[in-house]
Structures are given as C-alpha cells and as structure tokens.
C-alpha cells in the first residue's frame, strides 16, 4: 500500500487514534505520525507503548506541519480543540474527525477552519467497550463502515485522498448528509446505548436487594447490555447531548412500541407478541447476509462458541 | 463420570433437550435416552442426526420406564405436556423442565403429578440465539448456572440426583424460591429480552424508510440488541405471558429511568448522564467478575478479536 499522507497528526490517543495509529502503521500509510493527548498518563502510557512516532506535550507542536489532522476527542470538545490549534494548522492540510455525531461536531468546528484548510467530518463505525491508548488495535476497521460527511463546497481531492487513508485502514467508505447521518446514527448506535444504560442501571438498583444475583445471573440476556453500557462514560454523555434531537425522537417512539407491547402481555395478547418476535428475528438475517455479523452463536464465551 | 439414571426421556428436541443429549452422552450419564418431538419434521432431523437413542412418535412412548423425563416444551403448553403423559410416567421417576418461568410453570404441572412421582422444576440459563434440533452442543451448559426448584417437601434423594446430572452436564447448580427465581429472571432476562425485541421492531420501521441503512450500519450497538431479538418467538411469547408480574414491574421501572435519562438530555444535563454511565460500566466489571463473560473486546468478529 502506497504512503497516502506524509505526516498525520492524532489529536486525542484513546481507542480510535490508536487503533488508527497500529493501522496506519500496518498499511505503511503515513510517513510521520504525530499525537498528543490532554493528560500527562495518556501521553507517558502512548510513548511507553510505542503509540505515535512523536507524542507532543504541546497541542501545536504535534499538529504544526501536519498534512492530515485528526480529532480523536470527545464531540463535546471537539470545537474548542479546533479552535485551540488553529494557528497552528498549515495551509492546504486536511482537518477530519472521528465523533459519533456530525451536525453538532461540523457547527462547532468549521468556524474555526483557517481559510485554504479542509474539513471533512468522518465517523467510522467501529468500537469495542473499552477506551484509553492501550485499546486500539490494527484490525478495529477491517470490513467496517467509515462514514465521510464533506461539508457543501468541500474540494475533491482532499476527499478522496481520505477516503483512501481509511480504505488503506481496511474501511469501507461512504458519503452521507450530517441530518441523515445523526438519525441513521441514533436508530443503530445512539438509541441503544441508551437503552442499555438505562438496563443496567435499573438492574444495578435491584442487583443491591438480592445481593449479587443480578451478575451472577447475568448470562441469558442482560450480559450484552453490561458490555453495550460499559463503553466510555465522557463519550457517550457528549454524544447524547449533541445528538439531542434525534436521540429523543427516536426513544419517543421506542417507548411508543414499547408501551404497546407492555399492554399486549398485560391483556394475555400472544399473537401480537408472536408475531412481533417473528419480524424482529427476520432483521437479524438481514444483518448476517450484511456481512455485519457472524452466525455462530454467541453466549459470552468467544472461541468456546461452535462455529 | 458414573451414569446417574438408567434412562432419561426429553420432550420437546430443541437447542435446550439437545444439548442435553450431547452433554449427557459426553459424560456417559444416562443409560438410554429416548426422545419425542410433536412436528413430523423434528423428529426427522433428530434421528438423521442421531439426536436421542430413540425417537418415538408417540409421546408415551418416551416416557415410559424413564427415570427422568425432561419437559423441553415452551412454558405455555408445560401443563397440557404433563397432563398427557401423566399416566405413562413410572412411580418413583422424576418430572422436570427446563422453562424460563417456573411459578407458572409449578402451579400448572403440579396438579397432574402422580402420586409417587417427584416433580422438581429448573431451569438451565445458557442458551443461544438458534433453536431446533440442530442447535445444540455439548458445551451449552459447562460453567453456566442451573437453578432448581423444588416445591416444598420434595424428598432430598431426588434433588440429589438431578443436581449431579446439571453437575455432569458442566452446570452449577444452585436451589432457589419460585417467585424470586421469576423476579431475578425478569431482570436479567425477560426485560432485556423485551426492550432488545422493540428496539429492532423500532429501527425496522424506520430501516424500510433509509433503504436498508440501519441494517447496513448495525455494528455499533444496535447489532447485540438483533442477537437477542433473534430467538425463538414462540418461547418468549410464552415466558412474557406466564411471567407477566414481574416482567411488568421491571419494565415499569425501566421507564421511570429511561424518563429520567431522556429528560437529563432534554435539559443538556451532562453530570447526570456521566454520573449514570460511570455507575454502569462498574457492574461490567462485577459481571467479568463473577466469570459469566470474558474481557476481551467483542466486536462481532468472533475469533477476530484481540484477547
């Protein structure tokens, strides 16, 4: 794989910028890697772990001649560190991020794109319930979505030349309006965690009346929630907020279905449950013949599991 | 491992009764294992796959002689099963089931139990998102719980034995109270269980709007939630309508905190959502723990993941 940019700055060092880092690495995609990160451990951890071919202590040190910038920060920031290294960004570069939320993430960043710079809002769909800079791995990205969201007007090449760095990270990439990615987005992503934390959160209330049991018991169902509602706790705060609207319109409805079925087993509604159970389970082939999951059944247990 | 019964039927041959047939053939456990299926077909597959030492068509059949017979059928129709095999049973044998509800389940199959005949109700939590006489494997049950339910003064002699054969089967095994057994249950299982089934009902309407999209971007989330919506409809209608109580008084609470989430990001309140996100990724930990999961990042790559 051809070297696609010459020096690429990693602003932020948690799972997605390292996982970056290892894949950059793996494709030989980027001359010189730089990175910083916000706390000291972080920064001492990258260099210990050989993360970045320079860890900066300084947020402009690491982005100054820079050819592709990369804010791997939480969205609720992610406006504040643009606005923190835009002197620093050189003409011509490329300024992208990896948030979970694009309208809010683009509002708040573009303002401070220094003129003859790119921005090109990026989200790649890919994540394990663990952060910080040990977590990333070369293979995060292999065969998942990337998504790019140019802003109107954006030059092609910058994009494309992006597009290439997260096809060389083994991405599939796709361009998508911000609006239809925050909804899209809050159906797959953002609904679900939620509802997940909120799960866990009611079982953690019980789990202190029958002592333990609730993790004890945890393996017919409730243990996929633990994992979904273990992810990062600053992250997933940022992005309910500034994913406000589409988030509460798409529990709205969940909650919506959610009463209607409540009502089905209190009046003894069995062909309503039926068939409702029977439609869900058709999505789930769908999802397999997506390539986006495996069929082996999983009960927690990873390569225990018959294939 | 030494054989604990002579002869063992299974009703029903579905993932749970076949991975009780494997496991128990693993561990040489049971002399002869008969087996009877209602449909034509299962009982066609299993004797294809050498599901049961012998199928019969009649389900008296199976029972007859058995030392054990294990109720394999859906919660609704446990009752029906024992009053049609009640005067096939031999004296001194023992009935037990496998279903997910076990109040409901006693005060049906009770009533039919011959004088003589000792019934102790379980339930082994392990299974998987297939189902069928294909399904099973001898693994299901190895570390996993089984929770037995004797009703009150059941001799101890017969609990003995069927707990050394969970214990065979790789379970623990533990005694438990029905209606707390139905409560941890709805909280561990069957709430999750329902909110997984609306979740993917919600984003399956909206999925016929964007074309596809919400299956195409499945995999940060919303994927875990279509593993669990894929299991078996007619069972799980089965356990919401005879465990009603308690599934409605674990959904009642979801919905105050769920208010309670959507509110806080209604009003940009970030401290309340952090505070609850940092609360739940600790019961992950708790649930890593107590060994009911394994700590390596799962992504839905299977033996893809990074240990």
Redesign the interface.
């Known amino acids: 794989m051809a070297k696609i940019y010459d020096r690429v700055a990693l602003i932020g060092l948690g799972l997605i910028a390292s996982s970056m880092f290892w894949a950059m690495k793996r494709g030989g995609l980027a001359g010189e890697i730089t990175g910083y990160a916000r706390s000291d451990e972080t920064r001492r951890t990258a260099r210990e772990i050989g993360l970045c071919d320079v860890v900066y202590d300084d947020i402009n040190d690491a982005v100054r001649d820079a050819d592709l910038i990369v804010l791997c920060v939480p969205v609720?920031v992610m406006g504040e560190v643009m606005a923190q290294i835009a002197d620093a960004v050189k003409p011509g570069a490329t300024v992208t991020d990896v948030g979970?939320v694009k309208r809010d993430v683009i509002d708040k960043v573009m303002p401070h794109i220094p003129e003859g710079v790119h921005f090109i809002a990026g989200h790649p769909?890919?994540?394990?319930?663990?952060s910080g800079p040990r977590?990333g791995?070369a293979?995060?990205f292999?065969n998942?979505?990337c998504?790019l969201v140019p802003p109107s007007g954006t030059a092609p090449e910058p994009v494309a030349k992006l597009r290439s760095l997260w096809e060389g990270m083994g991405s599939n990439v796709e361009e998508m309006d911000a609006d239809?990615h925050d909804?899209?987005?809050a159906?797959?992503?953002?609904?679900?965690?939620?509802?997940?934390?909120?799960?866990?959160?009611?079982?953690?209330?019980?789990?202190r009346v029958?002592d333990?049991?609730?993790?004890?018991?945890?393996?017919?169902?409730?243990?996929?929630?633990?994992?979904?509602?273990?992810?990062d706790?600053?992250m997933?705060?940022?992005v309910?907020?500034s994913n406000?609207d589409a988030?509460?319109e798409?529990?709205g409805?969940?909650?919506e279905?959610?009463f209607a079925?409540?009502r089905a087993?209190?009046q003894?509604d069995?062909a309503h449950?039926?068939d409702?159970?029977?439609?869900?389970?058709a999505?789930?082939?769908?999802?397999i013949e997506?390539g986006?999951?495996?069929e082996?059944?999983?009960?927690?247990?990873?390569?225990?599991?018959?294939?």
């Open positions: 609720g979970s769909l890919a994540g394990t319930e663990h977590s791995f293979e995060l292999d998942r979505w998504l239809h909804l899209v987005l159906v797959t992503s953002h609904a679900p965690h939620l509802i997940a934390y909120t799960m866990v959160g009611v079982a953690d209330d019980l789990g029958t333990g049991e609730v993790i004890k018991y945890s393996a017919a169902g409730f243990r996929d929630f633990t994992r979904i509602a273990a992810s706790p600053t997933w705060r940022d309910f907020l406000k988030t509460l798409i529990l409805r969940f909650t279905e959610l079925l409540q087993i209190r003894g069995g449950l039926h409702y159970f029977t439609r869900t389970r999505i789930r082939r769908g999802i997506a986006q999951d495996t082996a059944p999983d009960f927690g247990r990873g390569g225990n599991a018959r294939k």
